[in-house]
């Protein structure tokens, strides 16, 4: 492999140079490969979408091995640029795994590990951080981040109603949220409410979960959507992140947290969650290959039989290979309706240990 070489976009001067002649990137990756095939690196490449037919060629002729990041998916779908189809293999970067950030093997007799992750989430900028630091970074990373990030992307007329909106959204995660609700509180159009959180999606703030089944009249079909990283939700929602709010919230932040896990490594699955007339649901539906999963997610260390009653009646209505609970057991416990597993082992569970 040849010369690492790096174009960061966000860079004005950087960026001027290749919007002014967007072929100057090929001729400087030709002449480096003489000393054998580079490595560009291109950052925030949505931000000239020009370059994208002198990059095709380049991959086309094999003369460098691109690598790419870009941080508005929005953006990259509304241009009517060439985004360079079957040559890529597009990956989407998420906070720390679990492995990745050491909970997983942490020795944590008393949860310390797991409490700091459900209350700072797994960004790598934050955990590099000293304790003390992490709230304010958090908050401002809400404030004026994500709000710069909407502001760039120039979609929204008026700020103060997205900035309240944001607030609700990210309290809501998790859940599927009343549109109509939503709007009178923020004081905006029911279709306002649904663009805001297309916005966030396509700026990749927010995962949706669609609802499992064909539609029939005795399943509910409504998105759930789940903030990327609970550290920053807690900051947008207004929570804040010191330890009491493991009270009022701990079974609502440990469900998300196996979500985020979830969505995270099953790269090649497709995720859902159950819900029908009764009221009766699972969080967590994974389809892999031919096999499907159903998963319920509970704080609870002590669990109980009835906390088995949704995947009991999805198992009815549908097919269902293994049922699992994803709570705080210390060792797998075996129910009549399902398993109940530690949540460390969520990975084991769904065939990524």
């Known amino acids: ?33 003489s000393r054998g095939r580079p490595v560009a690196f291109i950052d925030e490449i949505q931000k000239v979408p020009a370059i994208m037919d002198v990059l095709q060629y380049l991959l086309d002729e094999k003369k460098a091995v691109l ?31 679990w492995k990745e950030s050491g909970l997983i093997a942490a ?39 994500l709000e710069e990030e909407i502001r760039r992307e120039a979609v929204v007329r008026s700020l103060p109603p997205f900035a309240k909106f944001l607030r609700l959204a ?40 669609e609802a499992f089944g064909k539609s029939r009249s005795n399943i509910v079909h409504k998105s759930k959507y789940y903030f990327f990283d609970l550290g920053v939700r807690n900051a947008a929602s207004g929570v804040g992140h010191d330890p009491g709010l493991l009270v009022l919230q701990m ?51 002590r669990p109980r039989e009835a906390d088995f009653a949704g995947l009991f009646s999805f198992k009815k209505d549908e097919k269902c290979d293994a049922a699992y609970l994803v709570c705080q057991v210390e060792k797998p416990q075996k129910f009549p309706h399902g398993t109940a597993v530690p949540w460390r082992m969520l990975g084991e569970v769904l065939g990524y240990s």
């Open 170 to 209: 990210a309290l809501e995660s998790g859940t599927s949220p009343n549109f109509s609700k939503m709007a009178g509180e923020v004081g905006v159009s029911h279709t306002s409410i649904r663009d805001y959180f297309q916005i966030l999606e396509d700026s990749l703030i927010i995962h949706r979960l």
């Open 67 to 97: 690598i790419a990041t870009g941080s508005s998916a929005r953006k990259m779908r509304q241009t009517q640029a060439n985004w360079l189809p079957g040559r890529v293999i597009i990956e989407r970067l998420h906070p720390l795994t």
């Open 251 to 301: 079974g609502l932040l440990f469900e998300q947290m196996i979500m985020l896990e979830a969505v995270a490594v099953s790269k090649d699955c497709r995720l859902s969650y159950w819900r029908n007339k009764k009221g009766e649901e699972v969080d967590l539906v994974v389809e892999k290959s031919a096999k499907r999963l159903a998963l319920e997610i509970k704080a609870t260390s």
């Open 107 to 145: 020795d944590d007799p008393n949860g310390t590990a797991l409490k700091e992750r459900l209350l700072f989430g797994g960004l790598p900028g934050i955990l590099s951080e000293k304790a003390e630091l992490r709230a304010e970074s958090l908050r401002s990373y809400s404030d004026l981040y």
């Open 1 to 33: 492999m040849g010369r690492w070489m790096e174009y960061p976009l966000q860079l004005p001067s950087v960026r001027a140079k290749i919007e002014a002649d967007p072929e100057s990137l090929r001729r400087e990756i030709e002449a480096a490969a």
